[in-house]
C-alpha cells in the first residue's frame, strides 16, 4: 500500500493542519522506553512462563526440541513481534498527519501507521479533546475514532469556530 498525500478537493480550504510531535527527544523516549519495556516484559514473561509451558511442551515433545521451541517463541518470536510495535508507534510520528478543511477530516498514519480516513464535517456528531487526544463522534455509523494529537485543543478549537460560523445564515 502506498502512502496517499492529501490533495484538496476544487473550491476546498484548510483550516488547520498538524502532525504528531516529531522532536528528536519524543522520538527517542518512544524508541528508549520500548526497548527497555521490551527488555523487561521477555524477561518477565521468560521467567514465570518457562516451566509450566515446558512441562506441557515435554508431553509430546523431546526435552530439547521443547526447550529450543519455548526459547524461540519466548526470547525470539515475542520480543520480535513487541518491536514491530514499537517500530510502528515510531512510524506513526513520521506519517502521521492530520488536516481540518472546510469540508472533511483527513486523517493519515493514526491509529496504525498504514491506516487513512476522511470523515465528512457533515457526518461528526462532536468532536472533543482530551489528554491528546481527540474524539471523533460520527452521525450516521455511530462509531467513535479517536485520534493521538499532541495540539488536538487547538484542532477542536479551531473546528468549533468553524462549525459555529457554519451553523450561522
Same mark, same amino acid.
Given at each position: ?20 510531535? *516529531?522532536?528528536?527527544?519524543?522520538? #527517542? ?51 520480535? #513481534? ?5 517500530? !510502528? ?35 461528526? #456528531?462532536?468532536?472533543?479533546? *482530551? ?26 478549537? #479551531?473546528? !468549533? ?9
Amino acid at each position: 500500500m502506498s502512502i496517499v498525500e492529501f490533495q484538496p478537493q476544487p473550491g476546498e480550504s484548510i483550516l488547520y493542519r498538524t502532525t504528531p510531535n *516529531r522532536k528528536w527527544y519524543v522520538i #527517542a523516549w518512544k524508541i528508549g522506553s520500548g526497548v527497555v519495556g521490551i527488555t523487561i516484559l521477555t524477561f518477565l514473561i521468560f521467567t514465570l512462563l518457562t516451566g509450566p509451558t515446558e512441562g506441557v511442551f515435554i508431553s509430546f515433545l523431546p526435552a530439547w526440541a521443547a526447550s529450543l521451541l519455548i526459547k524461540s517463541l519466548y526470547l525470539g518470536l515475542f520480543p520480535l #513481534a513487541a518491536a514491530a510495535w514499537v517500530a !510502528e508507534d515510531v512510524a506513526c510520528t513520521f506519517i502521521g498527519e492530520f488536516i481540518l478543511t472546510d469540508q472533511r477530516i483527513w486523517v493519515r498514519g493514526s491509529p496504525y501507521a498504514w491506516s487513512q480516513s476522511v470523515t465528512n464535517l457533515e457526518d461528526i #456528531a462532536s468532536l472533543t479533546w *482530551r489528554r491528546d487526544a481527540i474524539f471523533i463522534k460520527q452521525k450516521f455509523t455511530r462509531k467513535i475514532q479517536v485520534h493521538m494529537i499532541s495540539d488536538g485543543k487547538l484542532f477542536v478549537k #479551531a473546528y !468549533e469556530q468553524f462549525a459555529g460560523k457554519s451553523k450561522t445564515p
